[in-house]
């Protein structure tokens, strides 16, 4: 057969795949962020501000979706480890004026195992169950386009502000996302005259969960020196009622099978979305999960224990190698990452290190530390003054990178302590001052933000706050157990 007559029979096949969606190059960071444009306004954390669980599930999903994508868009990438990911899918009706509050969602959970990013964002976008139409237009610019073309490194961040055409939205029907935040922004109200509204909810929610509250800590108390636990955490923002549940249930089996809990004792149990053992040494307890699933994982204890000083003991090499710069958790302190996968990457990072003649000063980078980042395939230095460390990098350039950036790192860490101070001075103040019962943050907001909100807080001083449970956020929301949500840039 000619090369001519091979070229026809693939047109022509291609003509009658599932959706028409081959490629035949890399798709581009630029054409991946527009063909997932009906997800990203599906799925944004923005729209589910009075929903915290599923902004935080959303959050860290897309974390995890992005840096996926990443790794298949690098050139010469090999296939990535399967990702099991969960969204929140909000749902508008047609016809309908938009209505943030009101709008619902659905949880969608799938798979990705893909070997390029045309197939995982076809494979997002069908999980989703939203539309893939508009991949045609991608597939007709390939047609066009050199097999040759592939992204390079400079490229974006998939995650990141879209801008659409407004023509886009006439033509989809889907809403405008910027039209509804800003309809959002204009009917918000300012703090005194919100507090003013929902003050007496509060109050009343807060003093019917006292009941609630004190069950709580009476049994994270009982189970913690019972079973001599360091802690009991919940990994996401579940409400008093939920974690009490929870409690019940561990302390029915305790009571049930004791004997199984004894692996338990010099840790924090952290109640979470899945069960195993998180890269900071946490057992975490699947809230779906069953007693069966739960005794299956305390009996593995003891080896994910061994994986775990392991681990501990391959960062403290990895310390010596690296000028005495300290290897971090990734994740908020490990709180997402298994042990297992923790302990494949620190040891992989570490026989590359060893099989290179790295002449560093053995406290050249003493104060510093650095984040090993599965999903990056270049270096770089965080803003809050940490090394984002590609596994795979190549030891000789690391090595000449962390010298060169060892000042800005410095100084970076020092405004961060320094912030961080400034921020624990401003809560206790704002504690004191305004006589709240608890002032917390979400992990979103920064150092900074936090300490604008608090100074503004101590200037404007409103009484209603008195007594209340208040959470620095990014909107206004009463929760269930009466605490407070407030928008840390509110309104005057």
């Known amino acids: 057969?000619?090369?001519?007559?091979?070229?026809?029979?693939?047109?022509?096949?291609?003509?009658?795949?599932?959706?028409?969606?081959?490629?035949?190059?890399?798709?581009?960071?630029?054409?991946?962020?527009?063909?997932?444009?009906?997800?990203?306004?599906?799925?944004?954390?923005?729209?589910?501000?009075?929903?915290?669980?599923?902004?935080?599930?959303?959050?860290?999903?897309?974390?995890?979706?992005?840096?996926?994508?990443?790794?298949?868009?690098?050139?010469?990438?090999?296939?990535?480890?399967?990702?099991?990911?969960?969204?929140?899918?909000?749902?508008?009706?047609?016809?309908?004026?938009?209505?943030?509050?009101?709008?619902?969602?659905?949880?969608?959970?799938?798979?990705?195992?893909?070997?390029?990013?045309?197939?995982?964002?076809?494979?997002?976008?069908?999980?989703?169950?939203?539309?893939?139409?508009?991949?045609?237009?991608?597939?007709?610019?390939?047609?066009?386009?050199?097999?040759?073309?592939?992204?390079?490194?400079?490229?974006?961040?998939?995650?990141?502000?879209?801008?659409w055409d407004k023509s886009y939205y006439s033509f989809t029907g889907f809403r405008d996302p910027e039209q509804?935040?800003?309809?959002?922004?204009?009917?918000?109200?300012?703090?005194?005259?919100?507090?003013?509204?929902?003050?007496?909810?509060?109050?009343?929610?807060?003093?019917?969960?006292?009941?609630?509250?004190?069950?709580?800590?009476?049994?994270?108390?009982?189970?913690c020196l019972k079973f001599s636990l360091t802690d009991i955490r919940w990994q996401r923002s579940w409400g008093v009622s939920h974690r009490c549940c929870q409690l019940q249930s561990l302390s029915r089996l305790s009571l049930q099978n004791p004997e199984a809990l004894v692996p338990l004792q010099g840790h924090t149990v952290v109640f979470s979305d899945e069960s195993g053992m998180n890269a900071s040494g946490h057992v975490m307890l699947g809230t779906m999960d069953v007693h069966h699933q739960w005794l299956k994982l305390m009996a593995r204890v003891p080896s994910l224990r061994s994986l775990q000083h392991q681990s501990l003991w391959l960062k403290e090499r990895i310390s010596l190698l690296l000028g005495g710069a300290v290897v971090l958790l990734p994740d908020r302190l490990g709180s997402e990452q298994p042990i297992a996968e923790h302990y494949s990457s620190v040891s992989a990072f570490h026989k590359s290190l060893l099989s290179a003649s790295l002449r560093v000063h053995p406290r050249s980078l003493e104060g510093l530390s650095m984040v090993l980042d599965n999903n990056r395939s270049m270096p770089s230095l965080h803003d809050l003054g940490h090394f984002l460390i590609p596994v795979t990098s190549d030891p000789s350039k690391l090595q000449s990178f962390l010298q060169s950036h060892a000042p800005e790192a410095r100084r970076r860490t020092q405004r961060r302590l320094q912030q961080k101070r400034e921020?624990?001075?401003?809560?206790?103040?704002?504690?004191?001052?305004?006589?709240?019962?608890?002032?917390?943050?979400?992990?979103?907001?920064?150092?900074?933000?936090?300490?604008?909100?608090?100074?503004?807080?101590?200037?404007?001083?409103?009484?209603?706050?008195?007594?209340?449970?208040l959470r620095v956020s990014r909107y206004y929301s009463v929760l269930q157990d009466g605490d407070v949500c407030v928008p840390w840039d509110w309104n005057n």
């Open 423 to 469: 921020e624990d001075s401003a809560v206790h103040q704002c504690l004191v001052s305004l006589s709240l019962h608890t002032l917390s943050k979400e992990p979103s907001i920064s150092s900074v933000q936090m300490n604008l909100c608090c100074s503004r807080l101590l200037e404007l001083r409103p009484p209603l706050l008195q007594g209340l449970d």
């Open 180 to 223: 509804e935040l800003e309809q959002a922004k204009r009917v918000e109200p300012t703090l005194s005259l919100w507090l003013r509204k929902h003050e007496p909810e509060a109050t009343k929610k807060h003093k019917a969960s006292l009941p609630r509250r004190d069950e709580l800590q009476r049994l994270k108390t009982e189970l």
């Open 1 to 163: 057969m000619s090369v001519c007559s091979a070229l026809r029979c693939v047109v022509r096949l291609k003509k009658h795949v599932a959706a028409g969606l081959i490629h035949v190059r890399a798709l581009s960071g630029a054409e991946a962020v527009n063909a997932l444009r009906p997800f990203y306004f599906a799925v944004h954390p923005d729209f589910f501000g009075q929903h915290p669980k599923e902004r935080e599930v959303n959050e860290n999903s897309l974390k995890r979706l992005n840096g996926y994508l990443e790794t298949l868009q690098r050139p010469g990438a090999r296939s990535v480890q399967p990702m099991k990911l969960t969204f929140y899918v909000r749902e508008t009706k047609d016809g309908e004026e938009p209505d943030l509050i009101s709008a619902g969602f659905r949880p969608v959970t799938f798979t990705l195992q893909s070997s390029d990013v045309l197939s995982a964002v076809v494979n997002v976008l069908r999980s989703c169950s939203l539309p893939v139409e508009h991949m045609k237009s991608f597939t007709q610019s390939t047609q066009r386009t050199s097999p040759q073309r592939t992204s390079t490194p400079g490229q974006q961040p998939f995650y990141r502000p879209i801008k």
